[in-house]
């Protein structure tokens, strides 16, 4: 079983700042790439940046410019710097590791940290 444990949210007034982190633990054998997903009150789970085993990233639009993903394979640990906070970035972020087993691919989810941007 695989466990992510995520820290780091908290509030932070428009124009700040905050770093994620999610570490990996567990039987983990082929990571095919980790991210991090966001959930507002009323809307539905969404991408916001993803990393490949193999350094390539993803970024969704309203992010672009602001938010920088990164990741320490050694330590299955995956990073979201967030700058330039606007209130719209308040939700529940949650880590998201896919494994690819077999020509199958597994989700696992972290249980999620609040980030309220407001002043």
């Known amino acids: 079983q695989v466990q992510l444990v995520e820290s780091g949210g908290g509030l932070v007034q428009p124009g700040g700042s905050l770093r994620l982190s999610c570490a990996a633990s567990g039987s983990i054998f082929n990571i095919a790439s980790m991210g991090w997903y966001r959930q507002a009150t009323g809307k539905q789970r969404e991408l916001v940046a993803a990393?490949?085993?193999?350094?390539?990233?993803n970024y969704v639009d309203f992010v672009k410019g602001r938010f920088t993903i990164s990741r320490d394979n050694a330590k299955n640990t995956v990073y979201l710097q967030m700058n330039a906070l606007k209130p719209e970035d308040t939700a529940v972020y949650y880590c998201?590791?896919?494994?690819?087993?077999?020509?199958?691919?597994?989700?696992?989810w972290g249980q999620g940290t609040q980030v309220t941007v407001s002043s």
């Open positions: 998201n590791l896919q494994e690819q087993l077999f020509g199958r691919k597994y989700n696992y």
């Open positions: 990393i490949a085993s193999g350094g390539n990233t």
